[in-house]
Each structure stands twice: as structure tokens, then as C-alpha cells.
């Protein structure tokens, strides 16, 4: 079991910053899809960034591509979104997803769907950001 934890959402203007963090305990292991989500209003989660710890390979939507940087320490067991010129759109709770591929088959690391919330096992229990005008 993995346990994840966020921190680091708050209250902000526009224009502003602010960086999220997620801790990992439990049984992490060095390979592995970790990811932030966000739901819009009657949306599904939508992913805002997500990073895999082999290569580093990252990926954010157009709508936040150039604001928003997703890193990961993995000596901390730490993923980290750094967020800057943020909007009031970009208002929401933020949670972070973890997937672990180690011991298993090849095929689940190559068919993981990176933007799809069903493909990733643990989740925190979010954070709250506020973008006021």
C-alpha cells in the first residue's frame, strides 16, 4: 500500500504562485507514473502535469503548459508542481497519483495511460488552491 500526502495549496491573486507538494510512504518503488489531478466543475479529472521517474518524460495540457512545472525528488519520495501565473480558472482542488511498475509485466508500464485517472492506484486527499481577481 502507498500513502500519499499533499500539501502546499492555499489562497492566492492572480498572476501569483504556488507550489504543491505530495509525499510517497509506504511501498513506493523508483519506477513509476506520479501525477496531479484537478476536477473541474462537472468534469472528471483532468490531469495537470505528470512525470515518469524513468527518463524524467513529462507531460502538462496546453492549458497549462509554460505555468505550471512538475518535478519529482525521488530520494524524498517527493513530487512537487511548481505553479506561476495562475489564473482564476485554475482554482481547484489538487490531488496527486501515483502509479508503481516495478515486478510487473512490461505491458502495464507501456499501456499506462498517462492523462486517465483510472490508471494510477493511490491518490492523496487533495489540496485546496483559490485564484481570487
Known amino acids: 500500500e502507498v500513502h500519499l500526502v499533499e500539501s502546499g495549496g492555499g489562497s492566492v491573486q492572480v498572476g501569483g504562485s504556488l507550489t504543491l507538494s505530495c509525499v510517497a510512504s509506504?511501498?513506493?518503488?523508483?519506477?513509476?507514473?506520479m501525477a496531479w489531478f484537478r476536477r473541474p466543475r462537472e468534469k472528471g479529472r483532468e490531469v495537470v502535469a505528470a512525470?515518469?521517474?524513468?527518463?524524467?518524460?513529462?507531460f502538462l495540457p496546453a492549458s497549462v503548459r509554460g505555468r505550471f512545472t512538475i518535478s519529482q525528488d525521488n530520494a524524498k519520495n517527493t513530487l512537487y508542481l511548481q505553479m506561476n501565473s495562475l489564473k482564476p480558472e485554475d482554482s481547484d482542488i489538487y490531488y496527486c497519483?501515483?502509479?508503481?511498475?516495478?515486478?510487473?509485466?512490461?505491458?502495464?508500464?507501456?499501456?499506462?495511460?498517462?492523462?486517465?485517472?483510472?490508471?494510477?492506484?493511490?491518490w492523496g486527499q487533495g489540496t485546496q488552491v483559490t485564484v481570487s481577481s
Open positions: 497519483a501515483a502509479e508503481y511498475f516495478d515486478g510487473r509485466p512490461y505491458n502495464d508500464y507501456v499501456r499506462h495511460r498517462v492523462t486517465q485517472a483510472a490508471d494510477y492506484r493511490y
Open positions: 509506504g511501498n513506493t518503488t523508483s519506477n513509476n507514473c
Open positions: 512525470i515518469y521517474s524513468k527518463g524524467g518524460a513529462t
